[in-house]
C-alpha cells in the first residue's frame, strides 16, 4: 500500500491500516494528536473504525502548547 503520510510518500507491506495501526507503527506518541484522512477530520473514537487504503492522503499532526 503506498499513501501521503503528512506531505511524504510512505509505502506498507498490507492492502488495509487503521489510524491507530499507522499511529503505532510510525511512533506517534503525543497524547494530543489531530487525525486527517483526505482532509476530513479523524475522530479519536473513530480510528480504529477508518481504514486507510491505497492512494489515501493522511495527516497525524501533534499539538503542542507552551509559554
Request: glycine letters at 6%.
Amino acid at each position: 500500500m503506498k499513501i501521503t503520510l503528512n506531505n511524504r510518500t510512505e509505502e506498507f507491506d498490507t492492502n488495509t491500516l487503521s489510524f491507530n495501526e499507522i499511529i503505532k507503527l510510525k511512533n506517534f506518541t503525543f497524547k494530543m494528536i489531530v487525525t486527517k484522512l483526505n482532509g476530513k477530520l479523524v475522530k479519536k473514537n473513530q480510528r480504529d473504525d477508518v481504514y486507510i487504503k491505497d492512494g489515501d492522503d493522511i495527516m497525524i499532526l501533534h499539538l503542542i502548547s507552551g509559554g
